[in-house]
């Protein structure tokens, strides 16, 4: 049978924070779904308590490990690329270990995918009726690279770097094909890629931004203060790239 959707979920030494219990209540009440975790070399005891949860739903739960720590970007990618040639589904996404946007909510965004609609992503837009808790000074600096990337991107995107995003199957195959440039900016190579897929006159009718109702920023970012740097040499390396190929 063909499940719903499939949740990609990067993990790098995630032990302390990966909320089992809340996997496990999801995957109980939600028998449709399937869960890939990748293991992205970490150094700690995070396989061995993936392995644990993927004993007690061996049917829905896969792990799979890169030898070494090749950052989020390979991650997600190497679990997608292990998805669609492994399991059977309609949709799939990718979000956090730690839940920052709960699987319910992740699971809620395919309902806006139609037949023209084929890729649908979160924003973390604070708003009357949402809990969106952020470090003041990651919102900051978010806010400023936001802006930046929506105007090299040339769409009015007001999140690229929210970690919830979900894909039909179709548009993932073409979307994950290619190994990305950047570790951590690779959200920004995934909209570029679907504006070379679908076309820049029609993408708009192909994508939605949702605002999320609710999204907590749990633990410190695995990005390093000195990436900040690298950032900009990554946009400029994008920008380049999918320029001369448009």
Known sequence: MKNHICFVVPCYNEEKKIALTAYQNFLRSNSEVQICFVNDGSTDNTL?????????????????????????????????????????????????ADLSTSLEECKSLTTYLTDDINFVFGS???????????????????????????????????????????????????????????????DVEIFNRIIDFYGRENVLNNMLEIPLKRWVDVGDSKVKTSYFLRLWVDIYLIHKRYNMKN
């Open 48 to 96: 061995k308590k993936l392995e644990t949860l993927q004993a007690k739903f061996a049917d829905r739960v896969f792990v799979i490990s890169n030898p070494k720590n090749l950052g989020k970007a390979e991650a997600v990618r190497n679990g997608i690329l292990f998805s669609n040639k492994n399991l059977e589904f309609n949709y799939i996404a990718y979000l956090d």
């Open 124 to 186: 973390r837009i604070m708003k009357i009726g949402s809990v969106i808790e952020r470090r003041q000074h990651r919102f900051l600096i978010g806010r400023v690279i936001a802006t930046v990337i929506s105007s090299v991107l040339k769409l009015k995107v007001y999140d690229t770097q929210c970690g919830c995003k979900v894909f039909t199957k179709e548009l993932s195959t073409h979307v994950f094909k290619e190994p990305f440039i950047s570790k951590w900016l690779f």
